[in-house]
């Protein structure tokens, strides 16, 4: 810790507790992407996946599995923060870089690890495949990350498209030191539907928030989440991402998942937050005359979202007109929903210090520090 | 959420019997049978008129939500409140549901299903006086 650069005084591990900054999405990397998790693997799926040894055809296609990504859109900006790399390291592939670019000087207390290249298994077509992956990942991600750091915690993973592999994933992983969340990598079925319930059911036994984040396979795989027609440019493709967590959210509301399982929390991340705002206020008056459709919803639907749904807050939103920012905020429920969070090492990281700038500072306690805790509990110290 | 007392309230059996207003003869009892309805103007107020199922009620007849003619719309019960994925049909035929958005609203007491919704429809006591209906405003 240099606490000469830590902007808000951090003096030694109590206040770095107290004050410090929560960070809820960071993302660990793959050095070579799907090998990395060899080790945790059992020699049958090394074979199956074809990444048991050098193959003459391992660049070409069906010779071994790919981890989905959206490959086919090219992002200008490189994708990563250009310092996120050193000389021959990939950006966030080393927790003691991390550690050092990140969490030291900003005064993070902790960062949630998100999935590293995994966002995307929910599109694989194999859900035996993604559910070997997910438990890999999570034994790399213990070893490598939470080990390393107690700063870090993880979101263990696991496939959506094999609930039950998912729970026996969640009751096997949950109870591990660092362990703070679940991730669920979204697939094409949304999220409502009763397919997922069994992974609800055991997040909520283990008091452990579910976590959802763009797939990175939105339109790219048949199975991923659907978007209104595939865009043809990253800008443009990675604006109209939010649709896909409108939909879910939705779903879920007006499926009854809140009232089935009063105790899950569904933290979505960079998924953006202002379009709740017309799905609270639509949500709501439509619901008066439309009541009889979902007569389990017993309050007004905009209700489920405040008290279960939690968004981070990277990318923040921009105004055109900065004195708009604080009426947003009050609009929002912005004490009460949303989560900060970095993305380090993307391209597009909020700056703990800058991000929230324009804020009170109530205000951003409550964002930076207080619902975090509120969400992960005790996991986090 | 939903408004479950049942019966009308206590001022409207008060007013069954000494009812307040003036007294206006909708029509006789044999023009208004179960499952109909008349619209009236009354000095410059539309105001529905109900038989239903023998059961007389009068409503303004027009919806607080977007000034809809709530009278013209379906009466109907509606779903009870349930488990997610289950439906339980129930208390036929005791609301009456605007023809635009659907609202749906207590025949007796004018009031909303939807409890959090706190626009309510003036009521009228409506009365069978030997062979007429008469409605007091």
Redesign the interface.
Known sequence: MTTTEAPRGATDELDLKRNGVIDSDVHPNFVNGIRDLMPYMSETWKTRLGISGDDWAKGMAAAQFTLPLDYLYINPAGAYRADAAQPGVPPATDPVFTAKQLLDPHHVYRAVLLSGQCLGIGAMPDGMVAATIASAYNEWMTERWLQEDKRFRGALVVAPQDPEAAVAEIDRVAGRDGVVAVFMPLGQILMGEKHYWPIYEACARHELPLVTHPSGTENVFAKAPQMAGTPTFYLEWHTALGQIHQSNTLSMICHGVFEKFPKLKHVIAEGGFMWALEVMWKLDRDWKGLRNEVPWLTRPPSEYLLDHVRFTTQPFVEPHDPRHLAPLMEMMHAERVLMYSSDYPHWDFDNPDRALQGLTPELRRRIQVETPREVYGDRLD | ??ETTTGPDLVQKEDAVHPKGTPHVVCRVDELPPGDRKIVEIDGRSIGVLNVDGRYHALMNTCP?HGAPLCEGVVKG???????????YGRHNEFIT?PW????FRLDTGR???K??RARVRVYTVVVDGDDVVLYV
């Open positions: 959420m939903t939500h509606t779903m009870a409140d349930t488990a997610p994925h289950e439906y339980s605007c958005h659907g609202y749906e909303a299903l939807v959090t919704e």
